[in-house]
């Protein structure tokens, strides 16, 4: 059974995905995404959508997000979980990659920023504030 995906449309909304530090880099977009805190944590997944100037101009950049749109329409309702916030950037490859490919990218792209777990090997964990470090 599908469900209601929400937008996100206020600025804030956008800065707070985006300070989650979560994303996956696909050909044709990036995802970032995070999970609501507080009472909405358990609401439907909402998505926002955005494209830089380096897309090209305003035509190009509506083109690739009506592309996204219709991609994230056929893709979220199964994948996109519940309440997580979710920003979709599209990459100038958008424009031209075949749809199949864009739909492929965002169901890899929800699989994998919405997986729990450490992090990958070989990725340098941050280390806390107070602890010093060891070296020169």
Do not use: H
Request: net charge positive; hydrophobic share 45%; with cysteine.
């Amino acid at each position: 059974m599908a469900k209601a995906v929400g937008r996100l449309k206020q600025r804030s909304e956008f800065l707070r995905v985006a300070a989650a530090r979560r994303k996956w880099v696909a050909p044709g977009l990036v995802l970032q995404a995070c999970e609501r805190p507080g009472d909405a944590a358990g609401g439907a997944p909402r998505v926002g959508f955005t494209a830089t100037r380096k897309i090209g101009g305003a035509v190009e950049r509506n083109r690739v997000r009506r592309r996204l749109r219709a991609v994230a329409a056929s893709v979220m309702p199964r994948l996109a979980a519940a309440g997580w916030d979710y920003v979709i950037v599209a990459r100038e490859a958008a424009l031209t990659r075949p749809f199949e490919a864009l739909l492929d990218d965002l169901s890899t792209a929800l699989v994998r920023v919405t997986r729990r777990g450490p992090s990958p090997p070989g990725r340098r964990q941050p280390v806390p504030a107070t602890q010093e470090r060891e070296g020169p």
